[in-house]
Protein backbone atom coordinates (compact mmCIF):
# COMPACT_ATOMS: atom_id res chain seq x y z
CA UNK A 1 0.00 0.00 0.00
CA UNK A 2 2.81 2.37 0.87
CA UNK A 3 4.37 2.23 -2.60
CA UNK A 4 1.18 2.60 -4.36
CA UNK A 5 0.76 6.02 -2.25
CA UNK A 6 4.47 7.00 -3.13
CA UNK A 7 3.62 5.93 -6.82
CA UNK A 8 0.26 7.86 -6.67
CA UNK A 9 1.94 10.74 -5.32
CA UNK A 10 4.66 10.74 -7.78
CA UNK A 11 1.88 11.20 -10.16
CA UNK A 12 0.46 13.83 -9.25
CA UNK A 13 3.57 15.95 -8.92
CA UNK A 14 4.40 15.13 -12.54
CA UNK A 15 0.45 15.78 -13.96
CA UNK A 16 1.17 19.48 -11.97
CA UNK A 17 4.29 20.16 -13.16
CA UNK A 18 3.58 19.23 -16.78
CA UNK A 19 0.33 20.13 -17.39
CA UNK A 20 -1.37 23.53 -17.14
CA UNK A 21 -4.12 24.18 -14.49
CA UNK A 22 -6.97 25.17 -16.32
CA UNK A 23 -9.69 27.59 -14.39
CA UNK A 24 -11.99 25.05 -15.00
CA UNK A 25 -10.21 22.17 -13.34
CA UNK A 26 -9.08 24.26 -10.13
CA UNK A 27 -12.63 25.16 -9.47
CA UNK A 28 -13.88 21.56 -9.88
CA UNK A 29 -11.00 20.64 -7.24
CA UNK A 30 -11.80 23.40 -4.62
CA UNK A 31 -15.68 21.97 -5.18
CA UNK A 32 -15.05 19.17 -4.18
CA UNK A 33 -12.52 20.06 -1.41
CA UNK A 34 -15.49 21.88 0.26
CA UNK A 35 -17.42 19.24 -0.43
CA UNK A 36 -15.21 17.06 1.59
CA UNK A 37 -14.36 19.72 4.04
CA UNK A 38 -17.17 17.40 6.52
CA UNK A 39 -17.04 15.14 9.35
CA UNK A 40 -14.37 12.16 9.11
CA UNK A 41 -15.77 9.08 6.80
CA UNK A 42 -13.81 6.05 6.65
CA UNK A 43 -14.34 2.88 4.51
CA UNK A 44 -12.95 -0.60 4.50
CA UNK A 45 -14.08 -3.30 1.81
CA UNK A 46 -13.98 -6.92 0.57
CA UNK A 47 -14.76 -8.29 -2.86
CA UNK A 48 -18.43 -7.94 -1.90
CA UNK A 49 -19.11 -5.72 0.92
CA UNK A 50 -18.51 -2.46 1.75
CA UNK A 51 -18.77 -0.55 5.35
CA UNK A 52 -18.80 3.15 5.92
CA UNK A 53 -17.29 4.26 9.38
CA UNK A 54 -19.20 7.81 10.44
CA UNK A 55 -17.98 9.11 13.08
CA UNK A 56 -20.89 11.34 15.05
CA UNK A 57 -20.47 14.28 17.95
CA UNK A 58 -24.01 13.70 20.15
CA UNK A 59 -23.81 17.52 21.47
CA UNK A 60 -24.30 19.80 18.63
CA UNK A 61 -24.75 23.09 18.37
CA UNK A 62 -28.18 23.76 16.41
CA UNK A 63 -26.87 26.39 13.60
CA UNK A 64 -24.17 23.58 12.75
CA UNK A 65 -23.91 22.65 8.86
CA UNK A 66 -22.20 18.85 8.94
CA UNK A 67 -24.42 17.59 6.22
CA UNK A 68 -22.38 17.62 2.86
CA UNK A 69 -22.87 15.48 -0.04
CA UNK A 70 -20.14 12.65 0.33
CA UNK A 71 -22.36 11.35 3.46
CA UNK A 72 -25.66 11.60 2.15
CA UNK A 73 -24.60 9.30 -0.70
CA UNK A 74 -22.41 6.86 1.47
CA UNK A 75 -25.48 6.42 3.88
CA UNK A 76 -28.36 6.25 0.69
CA UNK A 77 -25.54 3.46 -0.89
CA UNK A 78 -26.39 1.67 2.21
CA UNK A 79 -28.44 -1.19 2.92
CA UNK A 80 -28.10 -1.40 6.71
CA UNK A 81 -27.51 1.06 9.40
CA UNK A 82 -25.56 0.78 12.49
CA UNK A 83 -26.06 2.83 16.13
CA UNK A 84 -24.79 2.55 19.32
CA UNK A 85 -28.44 2.20 20.83
CA UNK A 86 -31.87 3.19 20.69
CA UNK A 87 -32.99 6.08 22.36
CA UNK A 88 -36.36 6.49 21.80
CA UNK A 89 -39.71 5.43 22.42
CA UNK A 90 -39.84 2.51 24.63
CA UNK A 91 -36.59 2.13 24.96
CA UNK A 92 -35.99 5.34 26.16
CA UNK A 93 -38.42 5.09 28.66
CA UNK A 94 -36.72 2.09 30.41
CA UNK A 95 -33.61 3.73 30.07
CA UNK A 96 -34.65 6.70 32.04
CA UNK A 97 -36.32 4.52 34.94
CA UNK A 98 -33.38 2.43 35.00
CA UNK A 99 -31.08 5.38 35.08
CA UNK A 100 -33.45 6.68 37.62
CA UNK A 101 -33.23 3.63 40.03
CA UNK A 102 -29.36 3.43 39.38
CA UNK A 103 -28.88 6.97 39.36
CA UNK A 104 -30.40 8.35 42.65
CA UNK A 105 -28.99 7.16 46.07
CA UNK A 106 -31.44 5.33 48.26
CA UNK A 107 -29.09 4.79 50.82
CA UNK A 108 -29.93 7.39 52.93
CA UNK A 109 -26.42 8.76 52.18
CA UNK A 110 -25.65 11.82 50.33
CA UNK A 111 -23.46 12.40 47.56
CA UNK A 112 -21.42 15.21 49.95
CA UNK A 113 -20.96 11.75 52.42
CA UNK A 114 -18.66 10.27 49.84
CA UNK A 115 -16.57 13.81 49.63
CA UNK A 116 -13.50 15.27 50.90
CA UNK A 117 -13.88 18.36 52.30
CA UNK A 118 -11.95 19.56 49.03
CA UNK A 119 -14.43 17.90 46.27
CA UNK A 120 -17.57 18.88 48.40
CA UNK A 121 -16.38 22.52 47.62
CA UNK A 122 -15.90 21.97 44.24
CA UNK A 123 -19.39 20.86 44.33
CA UNK A 124 -20.70 23.30 45.78
CA UNK A 125 -18.80 25.79 43.72
CA UNK A 126 -19.19 24.26 40.20
CA UNK A 127 -23.29 24.18 41.05
CA UNK A 128 -22.78 28.21 41.97
CA UNK A 129 -21.17 28.52 38.60
CA UNK A 130 -23.60 27.21 36.73
CA UNK A 131 -26.38 28.42 38.45
CA UNK A 132 -27.31 24.24 39.62
CA UNK A 133 -29.20 22.59 42.37
CA UNK A 134 -26.86 21.55 44.76
CA UNK A 135 -29.46 19.71 46.80
CA UNK A 136 -30.28 17.80 43.82
CA UNK A 137 -26.60 16.95 43.08
CA UNK A 138 -26.03 15.65 46.31
CA UNK A 139 -28.86 13.58 45.71
CA UNK A 140 -27.48 11.60 42.70
CA UNK A 141 -24.52 9.00 42.37
CA UNK A 142 -21.14 10.12 41.43
CA UNK A 143 -21.92 8.93 37.63
CA UNK A 144 -25.30 10.51 37.45
CA UNK A 145 -23.89 13.66 39.17
CA UNK A 146 -20.80 13.65 36.41
CA UNK A 147 -23.62 13.15 33.52
CA UNK A 148 -25.79 16.15 34.42
CA UNK A 149 -22.54 18.59 34.90
CA UNK A 150 -21.21 17.27 30.93
CA UNK A 151 -25.19 18.21 29.85
CA UNK A 152 -25.75 21.66 31.99
CA UNK A 153 -21.98 23.01 30.68
CA UNK A 154 -22.89 22.29 27.20
CA UNK A 155 -26.25 23.38 27.09
CA UNK A 156 -24.92 26.84 28.58
CA UNK A 157 -22.82 26.74 25.24
CA UNK A 158 -26.02 26.13 23.49
CA UNK A 159 -25.21 22.59 22.49
CA UNK A 160 -27.56 19.79 22.61
CA UNK A 161 -28.49 16.36 21.30
CA UNK A 162 -31.82 17.57 20.15
CA UNK A 163 -30.23 18.09 17.39
CA UNK A 164 -27.64 15.55 17.02
CA UNK A 165 -25.79 13.87 13.95
CA UNK A 166 -27.24 10.43 15.57
CA UNK A 167 -31.05 11.74 16.00
CA UNK A 168 -30.31 13.06 12.34
CA UNK A 169 -29.25 9.97 10.74
CA UNK A 170 -31.73 8.16 12.78
CA UNK A 171 -34.80 9.79 11.43
CA UNK A 172 -32.92 9.70 7.40
CA UNK A 173 -32.69 5.82 8.28
CA UNK A 174 -36.34 5.62 9.38
CA UNK A 175 -37.31 7.78 6.52
CA UNK A 176 -35.79 5.73 4.02
CA UNK A 177 -36.42 2.19 5.24
CA UNK A 178 -33.06 0.96 6.34
CA UNK A 179 -32.46 -1.98 7.92
CA UNK A 180 -31.20 -0.57 11.48
CA UNK A 181 -29.16 -2.80 13.71
CA UNK A 182 -27.98 -1.02 17.03
CA UNK A 183 -25.04 -2.42 18.56
CA UNK A 184 -26.79 -2.13 22.32
CA UNK A 185 -29.73 -1.17 24.76
CA UNK A 186 -30.06 1.92 26.46
CA UNK A 187 -29.87 -0.12 29.30
CA UNK A 188 -26.16 -1.51 28.50
CA UNK A 189 -24.95 1.89 27.80
CA UNK A 190 -26.43 3.01 31.41
CA UNK A 191 -25.06 0.59 33.04
CA UNK A 192 -21.44 0.66 31.78
CA UNK A 193 -20.80 3.39 33.26
CA UNK A 194 -23.38 3.17 36.35
CA UNK A 195 -21.46 -0.22 37.58
CA UNK A 196 -17.75 0.94 37.52
CA UNK A 197 -16.44 0.69 41.05
CA UNK A 198 -17.36 3.84 43.29
CA UNK A 199 -13.76 4.80 43.39
CA UNK A 200 -13.79 5.50 39.54
CA UNK A 201 -16.92 7.05 39.54
CA UNK A 202 -15.58 9.47 41.59
CA UNK A 203 -12.48 9.58 40.06
CA UNK A 204 -14.30 10.88 37.45
CA UNK A 205 -16.59 13.72 38.76
CA UNK A 206 -14.00 14.94 40.10
CA UNK A 207 -11.81 15.36 36.72
CA UNK A 208 -15.54 16.93 35.52
CA UNK A 209 -16.13 19.44 38.93
CA UNK A 210 -12.38 20.70 37.90
CA UNK A 211 -12.90 20.87 34.41
CA UNK A 212 -16.38 22.51 34.50
CA UNK A 213 -15.91 25.84 33.29
CA UNK A 214 -13.87 25.04 30.66
CA UNK A 215 -16.00 22.10 29.73
CA UNK A 216 -18.90 23.74 27.78
CA UNK A 217 -15.99 25.66 25.09
CA UNK A 218 -13.96 22.94 24.94
CA UNK A 219 -16.84 20.87 23.61
CA UNK A 220 -17.96 23.59 21.16
CA UNK A 221 -14.55 23.41 20.06
CA UNK A 222 -15.40 19.59 19.31
CA UNK A 223 -18.48 19.64 17.63
CA UNK A 224 -16.56 22.38 15.63
CA UNK A 225 -13.16 20.03 14.58
CA UNK A 226 -15.60 17.68 14.07
CA UNK A 227 -17.77 19.66 11.54
CA UNK A 228 -14.38 20.11 9.47
CA UNK A 229 -13.32 16.44 9.52
CA UNK A 230 -10.75 18.11 11.73
CA UNK A 231 -8.94 14.19 12.75
CA UNK A 232 -6.20 15.03 14.35
CA UNK A 233 -7.66 18.16 16.95
CA UNK A 234 -10.28 15.57 17.77
CA UNK A 235 -7.76 13.22 18.32
CA UNK A 236 -5.97 15.28 20.65
CA UNK A 237 -8.86 16.51 22.60
CA UNK A 238 -10.90 13.64 22.54
CA UNK A 239 -8.05 10.97 23.38
CA UNK A 240 -5.42 13.16 25.61
CA UNK A 241 -7.93 13.14 28.73
CA UNK A 242 -8.21 9.03 28.45
CA UNK A 243 -4.06 8.65 29.01
CA UNK A 244 -5.35 10.10 32.66
CA UNK A 245 -8.62 8.16 33.25
CA UNK A 246 -8.95 6.12 36.05
CA UNK A 247 -8.28 2.09 36.06
CA UNK A 248 -11.05 0.59 34.12
CA UNK A 249 -12.93 3.24 32.64
CA UNK A 250 -11.35 2.95 29.43
CA UNK A 251 -11.91 -0.53 28.77
CA UNK A 252 -15.08 -0.72 30.13
CA UNK A 253 -16.57 2.62 28.23
CA UNK A 254 -14.29 1.90 25.18
CA UNK A 255 -12.01 -0.98 24.57
CA UNK A 256 -14.32 -3.71 25.87
CA UNK A 257 -17.55 -2.50 23.28
CA UNK A 258 -14.96 -1.86 20.58
CA UNK A 259 -14.62 -5.62 20.65
CA UNK A 260 -18.06 -6.58 20.72
CA UNK A 261 -18.94 -4.62 17.67
CA UNK A 262 -16.13 -5.30 15.49
CA UNK A 263 -17.76 -8.99 15.95
CA UNK A 264 -20.65 -7.80 15.13
CA UNK A 265 -19.78 -5.95 11.95
CA UNK A 266 -17.02 -9.13 10.71
CA UNK A 267 -20.26 -11.12 10.87
CA UNK A 268 -21.72 -8.34 8.75
CA UNK A 269 -18.65 -8.34 5.96
CA UNK A 270 -18.91 -11.84 5.61
CA UNK A 271 -22.15 -11.98 3.90
CA UNK A 272 -22.43 -9.14 0.86
CA UNK A 273 -24.39 -5.46 0.85
CA UNK A 274 -22.71 -1.99 1.92
CA UNK A 275 -23.27 -0.72 5.41
CA UNK A 276 -23.13 2.33 7.35
CA UNK A 277 -21.87 2.42 10.72
CA UNK A 278 -22.93 6.00 12.75
CA UNK A 279 -21.03 5.94 16.39
CA UNK A 280 -19.46 8.67 18.55
CA UNK A 281 -16.46 10.13 16.77
CA UNK A 282 -14.48 9.29 19.92
CA UNK A 283 -14.84 5.61 18.99
CA UNK A 284 -12.98 5.89 15.73
CA UNK A 285 -9.66 8.00 16.80
CA UNK A 286 -6.53 6.97 18.87
CA UNK A 287 -5.09 3.76 19.92
CA UNK A 288 -7.69 1.03 21.01
CA UNK A 289 -10.42 2.65 18.65
CA UNK A 290 -13.47 0.57 16.50
CA UNK A 291 -10.93 1.10 13.58
CA UNK A 292 -7.35 -1.19 15.36
CA UNK A 293 -10.16 -3.59 16.16
CA UNK A 294 -11.35 -4.11 12.98
CA UNK A 295 -7.76 -3.62 11.70
CA UNK A 296 -6.99 -6.34 13.70
CA UNK A 297 -9.38 -8.92 12.12
CA UNK A 298 -7.60 -8.16 8.93
CA UNK A 299 -9.82 -5.42 7.14
CA UNK A 300 -7.79 -2.53 5.86
CA UNK A 301 -9.86 0.81 6.89
CA UNK A 302 -8.99 3.64 5.26
CA UNK A 303 -10.16 7.57 5.15
CA UNK A 304 -12.79 8.13 2.53
CA UNK A 305 -12.13 10.84 0.50
CA UNK A 306 -14.44 10.58 -2.70
CA UNK A 307 -12.88 13.67 -4.32
CA UNK A 308 -9.50 11.51 -5.00
CA UNK A 309 -11.66 9.65 -7.11
CA UNK A 310 -12.46 12.45 -9.43
CA UNK A 311 -10.97 12.44 -12.84
CA UNK A 312 -9.94 16.13 -12.78
CA UNK A 313 -6.27 17.85 -12.52
CA UNK A 314 -4.65 18.03 -9.56
CA UNK A 315 -3.01 21.71 -8.40
CA UNK A 316 0.76 21.20 -6.60
CA UNK A 317 -0.64 22.51 -3.35
CA UNK A 318 -3.67 20.13 -2.74
CA UNK A 319 -2.76 18.97 0.68
CA UNK A 320 -3.66 15.41 0.06
CA UNK A 321 -4.34 12.93 2.71
CA UNK A 322 -1.94 9.76 3.16
CA UNK A 323 -4.79 7.41 1.91
CA UNK A 324 -5.94 4.99 -0.83
CA UNK A 325 -8.36 6.02 -3.53
CA UNK A 326 -10.01 2.62 -4.04
CA UNK A 327 -8.98 2.67 -7.28
CA UNK A 328 -5.53 0.73 -6.64
Known sequence: MRNFLIWFGLLILMACDQVPITDGAARKVSEAR???DAPAIWRLQDEDSTLYLFGTVHLLPDDLNWQRDDMREAFAASGTVFFEADNEGAAALRAQALATRLGLRTDGRRLTDT????????????????????????????WLAGEFLTLSAAQGEGLSANLSADEAL???????G?????????EDQIRQI???????QLELLTN????????????????????????????????????????GYREAIFLDRHERWADRLDRFMQGSGTGFVAVGTSHLVGDGSLIDALEARGYDVARHLAFLGEDVIRPANL??????????
Open 208 to 247: TMERFDDMGPGLRRIAEDWAVGDVAALERDLTTPLATAPA
Open 115 to 142: LDNYQSNLLEAVANNGALDLAALDAMQP
Open 178 to 186: KNVVYFETP
Open 194 to 200: ADLPETV
Open 319 to 328: DLPNVPTGQE
Open 170 to 176: KSRAARS
Open 34 to 36: ERN
